[in-house]
Antibody, heavy 117, light 110 residues
Framework: QVQLQESGPGLVKPSETLSLTCTVSGASISSYYWSWIRQPPGKGLEWIGYIYDSGSTKYNPSLKSRVTISVDTSKNQFSLNLGSVAAADTAVYFC???????????WGQGTLVTVSS | QSALTQPASVSGSPGQSITISCTGSSSDVGGYNSVSWYQQNPGKAPKLMIYDVSNRPSGVSNRFSGSKSGNTASLTISGLQAEDEADYYCSSYRSGSTLVFGGGTKVTVL
């Protein structure tokens, strides 16, 4: 079955870059739409961006200047880089798969990233 | 980008039906049949409950149904059960190939 697993540092300093990787099993990273979504503690979901077709990307306009999503087809992984982080970027970060662009049918368990000095 | 509008909370007694609304604009909910709904239990990842406005993934109870009228989509839970108590989020495609979520609705079973 399809499984997604986020990995990366749980603590990032302000102004530095948050980097997470999602390892996918049971599905080819070269197909489908792969998104990052985050959820600040006690708050709602926010779409960050997606990658598809092994490299085409689209980002949330409110985060676009700081976000990069990339894919490593050899490892069946995709990654998130979010630059110049601040406390407001503290959240649980989920990686997801979408059979279509506009919905998410498989989710990772999520990983909490705290931005603090 | 502005989120879709959902009520903060909805409640109902076991066996009743409840409806959660999700209001957007002609640039998202009203312009495309691309609304989806997610159920999230505390400390867990969201689960897809409805896609393409009214389609249920395999394994989702038929007590969950979705619809849309104009710029507002709705999720109805029929025969409410204790296990339905959770947070629910809508999501929609938005023009420009972006995606947007609603603010979330907490469903309480009385």
């Amino acid at each position: 079955q399809v499984q997604l697993q986020e990995s990366g540092p749980g603590l990032v300093k302000p102004s530095e870059t948050l980097s997470l990787t999602c390892t996918v099993s049971g599905a080819s990273i070269s197909s489908y739409y792969w998104s990052w979504i985050r959820q600040p503690p006690g708050k709602g979901l926010e779409w960050i961006g997606y990658i598809y077709d092994s490299g085409s990307t689209k980002y949330n306009p409110s985060l676009k200047s700081r976000v990069t999503i990339s894919v490593d087809t050899s490892k069946n992984q995709f990654s998130l880089n979010l630059g110049s982080v601040a406390a407001a970027d503290t959240a649980v970060y989920f990686c997801t798969r979408g059979s279509k662009l506009y919905y998410f049918d498989y989710w990772g368990q999520g990983t909490l990233v705290t931005v603090s000095s | 980008q502005s989120a879709l509008t959902q009520p903060a909370s909805v409640s109902g007694s076991p066996g009743q039906s409840i409806t959660i609304s999700c209001t957007g604009s002609s640039s998202d909910v009203g312009g495309y049949n691309s609304v989806s709904w997610y159920q999230q239990n505390p400390g867990k990842a969201p689960k897809l409950m409805i896609y393409d406005v009214s389609n249920r993934p395999s394994g989702v109870s038929n007590r969950f149904s979705g619809s849309k009228s104009g710029n507002t989509a709705s999720l109805t839970i029929s025969g409410l059960q204790a296990e339905d108590e959770a947070d629910y989020y809508c999501s929609s495609y938005r023009s420009g190939s972006t995606l947007v979520f609603g603010g979330g609705t907490k469903v309480t079973v009385l």
